[in-house]
């Protein structure tokens, strides 16, 4: 097994192993990496993220024996958003995809369409999905389906509406979910924030009123979504996309947890979770 060699490819393929999310969502990517080639020369990386125990880091790296990979260790805090940072300040590709623990290509050529628009020069970011959802309109939604009793949050709504509108841009409020995403080293690391302590840090980084998003955005970049079909679908243009909470998200190139549990869904929340990414735009589930 080999995983540190020379970075000859211009994209790093940056996926987060966590041990504390245990070994299935690890053999999962494995399984649709393996089954969708990404149709474009790429450098693997691996970045273990809280791995204590030798052993089992050993039984991970056995799981990808049959691959080519670098690896990077992190522990286990700062969320998905650190750890991508860690592996940005310490390769020197041109370009980086990032996926998460819980990404899963969909469809061969799926980094290829992605890249393809990503080194545009006019394009700052492109994702598999985006959304317009905006936390502080969420805060005068209804209650999701099915939930019994206001969790301690919604007791205090007023100060949670008053921070969400400090925080968080209205609605539509556009933004490229870091799911998987395309972007230049280069830009990345004018925008990446140096410590993210909370989970409401990576929500901001997300889809803050200063998220990636927003700052490519005010450099004058634009920022896509590109589905299956090969199309760049500008914001304006995200609802109808098919890909995100969209339709049967059947124009999708990357799924994660957040579309599983859409595709999952009974028909009420897959309307509720629609409406929360794009209220009256939304495109139904035929």
């Known amino acids: 097994m080999r995983y540190w060699h020379a970075a000859v490819a211009r994209i790093a393929v940056v996926h987060l192993v966590r041990e504390a999310h245990g070994p299935a969502p690890f053999e999962a990517f494995l399984r649709a990496y393996r089954r969708h ?26 799981r990808a024996a ?20 860690v592996a940005l300040r310490r390769l020197s590709h041109e370009y980086f995809c990032f996926l998460n623990s819980f990404s899963e290509p969909l469809v061969a050529d799926w980094l290829a369409l992605l890249f393809r628009h990503a080194e545009q020069p006019d394009v700052g970011l492109a994702g598999a999905t985006g959304s317009w959802e ?21 007791r205090w709504r007023f100060a949670r509406r008053i921070l969400c509108r400090v925080m968080f841009p209205p609605f ?33 980084f997300e889809n803050g009123r200063w998220s990636l998003t927003r700052r490519i ?27 995100y909470r969209s339709g049967r998200q059947e124009n999708l190139l990357v799924a994660d947890r957040q579309t599983r549990a859409y595709e999952e869904a009974d028909p009420a929340t897959r309307h509720w979770l629609a409406d929360l990414a794009w209220g009256e735009a939304a495109v139904p589930a035929s």
């Open 37 to 62: 080639p990404a149709g474009v020369e790429h450098d693997l990386i691996l970045v273990w993220k809280g791995f204590r125990d030798p052993a089992v880091l050993d039984s991970y790296r056995r």
């Open 66 to 85: 049959d691959l080519v990979f670098q690896a990077l260790s992190v522990r286990d805090w700062g969320y998905d958003i650190r750890a991508y940072g």
């Open 134 to 154: 905006s936390m502080y309109r969420n805060c005068f939604l209804p209650s999701p389906p099915g939930l019994t009793g206001a969790p301690p949050v919604l």
């Open 172 to 204: 539509p409020n556009w933004h490229v979910r870091t799911n998987a995403f395309v972007v230049r080293r280069s830009l990345a690391l004018e925008c990446w924030p140096r410590w993210i302590f909370c989970k409401r840090h990576a929500y901001l």
């Open 217 to 243: 955005l005010a450099r004058g970049l634009r920022v896509v979504v590109v589905g299956r079909d090969g199309r760049a679908y500008l914001p304006q243009e995200w609802p109808g996309s098919r890909t």
